[in-house]
């Protein structure tokens, strides 16, 4: 049976747990007596870790909310072929990333991969990084959330509620699921994502049967790759916008990689998990923003995303000319409950990330507390708590503060973590070049197409959208972007970056043991299983 492994050797397994209800694994330390928990083992299979990572893309929130911005501000009717661009480019950094997964299977994902390949100083400088990433994610989710909730509520039933009284329920609903089995979450997940995928199909479909909108399929207006870099023809308007917009739409993809210690088969569902959540959800994107827009007309499209009162009608004209209004009714609930799933999916990722940095015995405090699981169920509930309680203060800032669920909170905060973890993506791309060819681990999977190339290519494409994202920022955030926040998000990535680098080379200095520690708390099975 697994357990969690620590280098160095030091460490050594104590056996099952006493209650053996979790397949649950202590390790403890010979020297200073630290003990490692993992998190339940064989909890999740291949569908669940998908419906996790998928659902923190959102699929109906990533289409009604991030294509109207593309085809009226950015590529126009082009966006589909942003799609196409974005799926290259994030295709051949999972090839890179799925590889690294058959051999290092850890909590820490992004932290642990970079720490193999990187080196302990850039990768705890990542963990600190894409952690806050994750931990802002959730809030950002949940103030759109509220206002979708919000919206449902006064335009259905006349009912009139302020929006923090959704965002605390959400909050308590994250941290109730995350306390129980992993699997728990991911039957929540599996129901909300299934029903969005299907809602956002039916549109798609009816225009497909009908032979497309007024202008037919618009292929050439719609799908040509040259396009996705070429502005619509307004002004203003940024093919850049378009593209940025388009990758956005993917973030949390990579959190397969998080769920390993708590798969069947890490070695085989991680990789596949992650190569299906990339590939499938960009072929799905450009298919649904396709229809979405031929079913409207091209330069229709482009006229109603300019306004915000009508950006939604690209996907609702279609499916209400074809179902009726109840559709409509249907597509705002499910924008209510994907935008749940989604923050829930972030709760889930941001919970394991402050796990697997309290669980590595940089400080014993916080080794007993962060990096410790639950005795029945497995699940990093203490870490779960932190992370509820980090969220509780970001909600109540933005309320004392008077600020917007949607044009504040939820814009700012996006915008932070993702700025966060297009850079740590970057990274990590370039990590699994060093890890296979640098360090020359695994020569038998490395390989100068997928563990050199593809990871190359896929890393200097993550620049390229961090790039956009600079460059169009305060466009992303709109209304928003006068605020503190918005002008503190740049020092606030580097200077956490520097911390964590810091933090690092103290330990390098004064606790040579605690360093060796850093990204080191890996899943025993390191080969791939027959």
Known sequence: MGHTRAMPDSYRSLGRHPKDMTDQVVSRDENTGDSVQRLKRNAVGTLGVIFMAVATAAPITAMVGNVPIAVGF?????????????????????IGYATM????????????????????VVGMASGLLITMAYIVFEASLIGIFSFFFKNFLSSQFGVEIHWIIPALLMLVLNAILTYFDVNLTAKVLGVFLVTEIVMLSLGAIAVLVKGGGPDGFAIAETLNPIGAFTPAAIAGASAGLGLFFAFWSWVGFESTAMYGEESKDPKRIIPRATMIAVLGVGLFYVFVS???????????????????????????????????EWAITL????????????????????????????????SKGLQKTL????????????????????????????????????VHMYTLLAILGTMAILIVQSLCAFA??????????????????????????????????????????????????????????????????????GMSLYFKLRDPRRYDLIGRVVFEDNEIRD
């Open 371 to 406: 990096g410790a699981t639950h005795p029945t169920h497995g699940s990093p509930h203490i870490a779960s708590f932190v992370q509820s309680g980090i969220t509780l203060v970001l909600i109540l800032a933005f309320f004392v503060a008077g600020m917007d669920p949607y």
């Open 290 to 324: 396709w229809m979405a827009i031929a079913g409207t007309g091209p330069q229709q499209s482009i006229e109603l995303a300019q306004s915000a009162d009508t950006s939604s009608e690209i996907f609702f004209g279609p499916v209400r000319d074809t179902y009726g």
């Open 74 to 94: 950015g590529n126009g009717s082009h966006a589909p072929a942003g799609y196409i661009v974005a799926t290259v480019v994030l295709g051949l950094f999972a």
């Open 432 to 501: 699994v070049i060093a890890y296979f060819h640098f360090h020359k681990n695994h020569p038998s999977s490395a390989h100068w197409f997928k563990t050199f190339l593809a990871p190359l290519l896929g890393g200097v494409g993550m620049l390229y959208v961090v790039y956009l994202l600079w460059e169009h920022k305060e466009s992303a955030a709109g209304a928003a972007s006068g605020t503190l926040l918005f002008k503190l998000t740049p020092w606030i990535v580097v200077g956490l970056f520097v911390f964590g680098a």
């Open 101 to 120: 997964a058959k051999h290092i299977t850890t909590t820490g994902a992004f932290y642990g991969y970079i720490s193999h390949g990187l080196g302990r």
């Open 331 to 362: 597509f705002n609930i499910l924008l209510v409950t994907g935008s749940f799933a989604c923050g829930m999916a972030f709760h889930n990722c941001a919970s394991r990330y402050l796990y697997a940095l309290g669980r590595e015995g940089l």
